[in-house]
């Protein structure tokens, strides 16, 4: 867990402000999105994002590690189960962060932080594909090269013979 930045906190210490950012997080796993100021969505989601990575890995060493911030047995599991072979295929940014109007009370500047559930878009995956493919076909190439300059070499030594 990334620590406390220095400066003003979003609660009174750094304990505090932990958790703050745990239940924010927990928030945002039972309910996929949740409204906020900008202030506390900036802050959970280096945190979200590091807990979904856990997640995805899915070994007991990262669950016990998320339950060491969640404190939640059943957070745990829907992070685990439900939300992270959502995620499989994407390598990151799994929030979004959306500005709302401000607050009308005290005219806190609000924003709304979800997660980003929609699969990655065809387009990503053909260019993975892509360059999977060109990586392949260089290592083929490289092969065929080596091979060849071999052989070149066996005719000389034989010409020489």
Request: aromatic content about 2%; glycine content about 4%; charged content about 35%.
């Amino acid at each position: 867990m990334p620590r406390p930045a220095k400066g003003p906190r979003l609660g009174g210490s750094p304990a505090n402000e932990r958790l703050i950012i745990a239940n924010l997080c927990k928030a945002l796993i039972h309910n996929e999105s949740i409204v906020t100021t900008e202030a506390k969505a900036k802050r959970v989601r280096p945190h979200i994002e590091k807990l979904i990575t856990k997640a995805k890995k899915g070994d007991t060493h990262n669950r016990r590690l998320a339950l060491k911030v969640l404190r939640s047995r059943e957070t745990a599991y829907i992070l685990f189960e439900e939300l992270a072979p959502k995620f499989a295929n994407r390598e990151g940014g799994y929030t979004r962060i959306v500005k709302l109007p401000n607050r009308k009370g005290d005219n806190a500047p609000m924003a709304e932080i979800s997660l980003v559930l929609e699969p990655v878009s065809p387009k990503q995956a053909v260019v993975k594909e892509a360059e999977k493919a060109t990586e392949k076909a260089a290592a083929t190439e490289a092969e065929v090269e080596e091979t060849t300059v071999e052989a070149t070499e066996a005719e000389e030594t034989t010409d020489e013979n």
